[in-house]
């Protein structure tokens, strides 16, 4: 060491004193509790004498030989850092930089000595240990690059955030933990802190996971908080401005991460947080976070993925399993979690096990699954969103987002506000043009939902969107004022159990979702007499339904009427339409609407087919609006 370095050590000047200057008017500032200050001021006082004592080291340069074997070992180590995945820059490991100082100044005379040094040293870093992930990583790469380019950029050195959000099962815990260990090597200090939302239900659950933290930033020291707020001044205290990568595993709730973006400022520049979360919006805006929606699988990946765990090494499916494979593979939808239950749970069985399972997903999807998204579902703020997902997943799944508010916002919804919480949460998106589309399966988790209200008895759930259950209702004039909604399709309706594919078809006459059937079969009409207990029927989506009887005491509270193919060359008189907000009659048989008079005092939209020669009759309304298909 040169003696004008040596010097500037000693006595605290140039680079160095400033440094300290700039630290302890930091820590006088930002500190305002005396005994926290009397800490702050030892620690100064120690970095000093630390520095002194470094000038003092006696000079001295190691041999050629001690060089090369120095450079071999750091070989080995780059060797070794790349078959585990993962990289370690040696410049950003303080204790490793300590130790090559001191070496290079004769602290360890011998060879033999320093280079065990270096091995222990190398030892420690490495030591960190990596998550465990799943051997089958399929796709994993692919979905992580954009994270992983996110962490290891070094262009802007502030403290990064990033919010990686998506549905259950869609693997955002997996693509953290792969990134961590792809990364953790490149900074001071790294953790992951797991299953935040469940740890933090449990009494002193944020004090625990403060306690983990904190042991990690101090290297495993034992721990003792007794407050969330003396939690949060000794981790400041412990973060240090060291460059540090912390991942926040599973967070629901924004206050219990917001006091780490409050003391942000304390981490080292180029620290990265990286937040997995099922809500979008979880995060403030003035963060100044970026956010990563993950994505699901390609079909080739989601391909192999169930191949690896139905039929394991072979990754193969023939004949009749690769019909069914590729039913099940179209229904999970990209999304690892389903892929790999169902695969699983598939795997060495024969043939007749595969058929009865797969015609139980068509109606009940299984536990693993659905649970995993009412979660999503069960983390709603209020019942009203929760009332409007289901709305959504049994009625209006692939509609105009401004037909859907009309509707519900008549059926005192607040819809907008109700659309963007559901988006938030990863439950619904909007695409296309302007459509409301859900993942298949956060759809089935819906209707599952309206089920379990009445595994046995359809006639008391809230909502049928099944037509052999809407059916069967209506003939044996079971329903119960529960019911709010009902969608049948006569063509769907055999007399015999029918067996359909699980991809859902979309009919052309009307914007609801229906299972494709061999042939039809002659079934008994529906007598009006079925709905008068249904006081609460607000959404009737019917096709081909022949209803006979008086309407005289049907349900007065409908909003939306459906009736694609109706069979009659008018609406009924007496059919309540008081309340109505938009009419479908596409692909009927009217010539008029009403013979008589009928007062409307609403603005209806009314859809029909065109071209059609209508009467009006008598109508008296204050708006009516045709809109021919």
């Not at 049928?464 to 209506?474: A, C, K």
Request: hydrophobic share 40%; aromatic share 10%; glycine share 6%.
């Amino acid at each position: 060491m040169a003696t004008s370095d040596t010097a500037k050590y000693r006595k605290h000047k140039g680079s160095y004193g400033e440094a300290l200057n700039r630290y302890e008017e930091k820590f006088k500032s930002e500190l305002r509790h005396g005994n926290i200050e009397e800490e702050w001021e030892d620690k100064l006082k120690k970095w000093k004498d630390a520095l002194s004592q470094a000038a003092d080291l006696a000079g001295m340069s190691p041999s050629k030989e001690a060089t090369n074997k120095l450079t071999f070992v750091a070989m080995k180590l780059a060797t070794k850092s790349k078959q585990m995945h993962y990289k370690v820059d040696l410049s950003m490991h303080n204790d490793l930089n300590l130790f090559i100082f001191a070496l290079c100044n004769g602290c360890f005379r011998h060879e033999s000595s320093f280079i065990k040094k270096i091995i222990n040293v190398i030892s420690t870093i490495l030591s960190r240990p990596a998550l465990y992930i799943s051997s089958c990583t399929i796709g994993i790469h692919r979905r992580a690059r954009s994270i992983n380019s996110w962490v290891q950029d070094e262009s802007n050195t502030d403290i990064g955030i990033l919010l990686v959000c998506g549905i259950g099962g869609i693997g955002k815990t997996t693509l953290a933990k792969f990134v961590y260990n792809l990364n953790f090597g490149y900074f001071e200090s790294s953790c992951f802190l797991a299953n935040i939302r469940e740890t933090s239900k449990f009494p002193n659950g944020v004090i625990t996971l403060q306690k983990q933290l904190l042991s990690t930033l101090l290297k495993h020291e034992k721990v003792n908080i007794s407050s969330v707020d003396e939690g949060i001044v000794k981790i400041r205290n412990a973060l240090c401005c060291r460059k540090i990568l912390l991942i926040l595993d599973d967070v629901d709730e924004p206050d219990l991460v917001e006091a780490i973006f409050d003391i942000k400022d304390w981490f080292g520049f180029g620290s990265k947080i990286i937040v997995t979360s099922r809500h979008k919006s979880l995060l403030r805006p003035q963060l100044g976070h970026e956010v990563h929606e993950v994505e699901i699988l390609y079909t080739t990946e989601a391909t192999e993925l169930f191949n690896w765990h139905a039929f394991g090494e072979n990754n193969t499916s023939e004949g009749y399993y690769k019909e069914y494979s590729k039913e099940v593979i179209e229904w999970c939808r990209g999304l690892p979690l389903a892929l790999q239950v169902i695969g699983s749970s598939l795997a060495g069985k024969p043939k007749d096990v595969w058929k009865s399972a797969i015609e139980k997903l068509r109606d009940i999807p299984t536990n693993k699954i659905v649970d995993k998204f009412r979660l999503s579902y069960e983390l709603l703020d209020d019942d009203h969103d929760q009332n409007l997902f289901l709305h959504l997943s049994c009625f209006f799944e692939g509609m105009k987002k401004d037909f859907v508010v009309r509707i519900l916002d008549k059926c005192d919804f607040y819809t907008l506000v109700g659309i963007q919480n559901l988006i938030d949460r990863s439950l619904v998106t909007i695409e296309y043009v302007n459509e409301i589309t859900m993942h298949q399966l956060v759809r089935d988790m819906g209707r599952d939902i309206v089920r379990r209200e009445a595994p046995v008895d359809p006639g008391k759930r809230s909502r049928l969107w099944h037509h052999t259950d809407s059916y069967n209702v209506l003939r044996g004039r079971t329903g119960t004022e529960a019911v709010q909604g009902m969608v049948l399709d006569m063509r769907m309706i055999k007399n015999e159990k029918y067996s359909s594919p699980l991809i859902p078809v979309r009919q052309n006459a009307i914007a609801f979702f229906t299972w494709s059937t061999k042939g039809n079969s002659s079934l008994q009409d529906v007598r009006t007499d079925a709905f008068e207990k249904m006081h609460k029927l607000r959404f009737l989506q019917y096709n081909k339904v022949q209803v006979d009887g008086s309407f005289k005491n049907f349900p007065k509270g409908l909003r939306w009427l459906c009736w694609s193919g109706f069979p009659e060359d008018s609406i009924p008189i007496e059919l309540p339409m008081g309340s109505v907000v938009s009419i479908d009659m596409r692909y009927s048989s009217l010539k008029q609407l009403w013979k008589g008079f009928k007062v409307l005092s609403i603005h209806i939209p009314v859809f029909l087919s065109s071209p059609i020669h209508l009467c009006l009759g008598k109508l008296y309304f204050h708006g009516l609006n045709f809109t021919p298909y």
